[in-house]
């Protein structure tokens, strides 16, 4: 991954006491060792033997420097990328617990998880790349409302159709409103075939959650913003060396490190 960027040094300002030039791999590897390990910046300072102002100042500028340069590869559906060989993804939505809030504890509070939270949005495709991963919002806000916050019933309609006009579908759970883009299980009194479609349906569909997942288990000290972003790209890069579990469960490779980075994959 370091050498898609450029230079392969980093300048970091250190306000009066001039700038330092940091190599590439140790600026990302100090980042990757923050989101990963819960830790303290003495035992930073103790592993890395660098300064632990130094340290805080490389971190930040490596998420925002990755941010900057491929944040789009999660924050917008890359339709080109996508539709070249994928016809189907899986939305939903996860919450990221918070400290409980000194003011206004009433609209972060989730009454589904009981507990104060910010929420996210992301869209999964059977390779196993989280291919939207946007948020945050309040953690009393429905799904639903996500969606269209989200502007993702746009992007679907203008993109994700074949050359006929056929529309290719993101699925969703029982919260979810159906469009011709977006689908969810049948409700109410259900036929043999709608049975069958929400029994198949429903045993595909927690793929989305095992990319959650994996963000989680990669990252377990990463923080909310910016920093749950870069953590949503780096576990598409792993998953381009590694795979996961939603890949091996369709039979559908993820694209190169190179090609997901470029765009392409």
Excluded at 51 to 71: H, V
Excluded at 182 to 195: D, H, R, S, T
């Amino acid at each position: 991954m370091e050498h898609d960027f450029a230079p392969c040094v980093c300048s970091v300002n250190r306000g009066g006491f001039g700038v330092s030039r940091v190599p590439i791999d140790l600026a990302l590897a100090v980042t990757i060792w923050r989101l990963a390990c819960p830790t303290t910046l003495i035992r930073d300072r103790l592993f890395w033997g660098i300064a632990e102002q130094m340290i805080c100042d490389i971190f930040n500028l490596t998420i925002e420097a990755i941010f900057d340069r491929w944040g789009h590869l999660v924050n917008q559906l890359q339709h080109d990328a996508i539709l070249s060989k994928i016809d189907m993804g899986f939305v939903d939505g996860t919450i990221r617990a918070i400290s409980r809030p000194k003011r206004n504890q009433r609209l972060w509070y989730n009454g589904w998880k009981r507990k104060h939270a910010l929420k996210y949005q992301a869209i999964d495709t059977p390779d196993g790349i989280i291919r939207m991963l946007w948020g945050p919002i309040l953690g009393r806000r429905h799904d639903v409302a996500m969606v269209g916050e989200s502007g993702l019933l746009q992007d679907l309609q203008q993109w994700f159709n074949d050359a006929a006009g056929t529309p290719y579908y993101v699925f969703g759970d029982p919260a979810y409103s159906l469009s011709p883009w977006l689908l969810a299980p049948y409700k109410g009194v259900l036929n043999a075939f709608e049975q069958a479609f929400n029994t198949a349906m429903s045993s595909v569909r927690v793929s989305v959650k095992w990319g959650f997942g994996k963000i989680v288990a990669l990252w377990p000290a990463c923080g909310l913003g910016k920093q749950y972003a870069v953590a949503g790209i780096l576990t598409n890069c792993h998953s381009s060396f590694y795979r996961n579990n939603t890949s091996f469960y369709f039979g559908v490779k993820p694209p190169s490190l190179r090609s997901y980075l470029n765009g392409e994959g």
